[in-house]
T-cell receptor, first 111, second 112 residues
Framework: EAGVAQSPRYKIIEKRQSVAFWCNPISGHATLYWYQQILGQGPKLLIQFQNNGVVDDSQLPKDRFSAERLKGVDSTLKIQPAKLEDSAVYLC???????WGFGSGTRLTVV | DQQVKQNSPSLSVQEGRISILNCDYTNSMFDYFLWYKKYPAEGPTFLISISSIKDKNEDGRFTVFLNKSAKHLSLHIVPSQPGDSAVYFCAASWGYNNDMRFGAGTRLTVKP
């Protein structure tokens, strides 16, 4: 069974530029999550989708972050414009009941 | 929003000994708890889980204990091996939507 796919693995951008991350969840997993993991901290939930609907985006900085999951499968997370403090690993995860899978993450460096 | 806490950022043990990683939570709605292991440059991988209706779950060298009254769980690794060296995250979830929260992680180092 294929796991959660994420791309790119690494991205370096200058502040005020925009960036987008892509995630393909495990087949059949209705719930998709985007987490932000800053160095030395645990993953923090940014947004959670159930199929193509948003369940929780309370911790998403909506002035600069956006995410969509139009067909209830793949998802993209966008940051525009990026700030230095956005440097982190962005993890995508998916779940069905108590079965979970995580992608390898995208390491974003904002300079 | 620190609903799940891992108060020890690091732990070092000798090969063959027991490793005990601790986790505390504040949200009494959590009904499912998981431990993940993470190597550098990789995403977290599932290790072991426990439902709130149980107080112990064992899988080979790994055992998770849940103390609901104390809102505390622990992961025991016996015997510890150098390959167990990684960052271990405690996570808790609840509800139909599987709302999951993570602790900050504990870096385990197992010395040969």
């Amino acid at each position: 069974e294929a796991g959660v796919a994420q791309s790119p693995r690494y991205k370096i951008i200058e502040k005020r530029q925009s960036v987008a991350f892509w995630c393909n969840p495990i087949s059949g997993h209705a719930t998709l999550y985007w987490y932000q993991q800053i160095l030395g901290q645990g993953p923090k939930l940014l947004i959670q989708f159930q199929n193509n609907g948003v369940v929780d985006d309370s911790q998403l900085p909506k002035d600069r972050f956006s995410a969509e999951r139009l067909k209830g499968v793949d998802s993209t997370l966008k940051i525009q414009p990026a700030k230095l403090e956005d440097s982190a690993v962005y993890l995508c995860a998916s779940s069905l009941s108590h079965e979970w899978g995580f992608g390898s993450g995208t390491r974003l460096t904002v300079v | 929003d620190q609903q799940v806490k891992q108060n020890s950022p690091s732990l070092s043990v000798q090969e063959g000994r027991i490793s005990i990683l601790n986790c505390d939570y504040t949200n009494s709605m959590f009904d499912y708890f998981l431990w993940y292991k993470k190597y550098p440059a990789e995403g977290p991988t599932f290790l072991i889980s426990i439902s709130s209706i149980k107080d112990k779950n064992e899988d080979g060298r790994f055992t998770v204990f849940l103390n609901k009254s104390a809102k505390h769980l622990s992961l025991h690794i016996v015997p510890s091996q150098p390959g167990d060296s990684a960052v271990y995250f405690c996570a808790a979830s609840w509800g139909y939507n599987n709302d999951m929260r993570f602790g900050a992680g504990t870096r385990l180092t197992v010395k040969p």
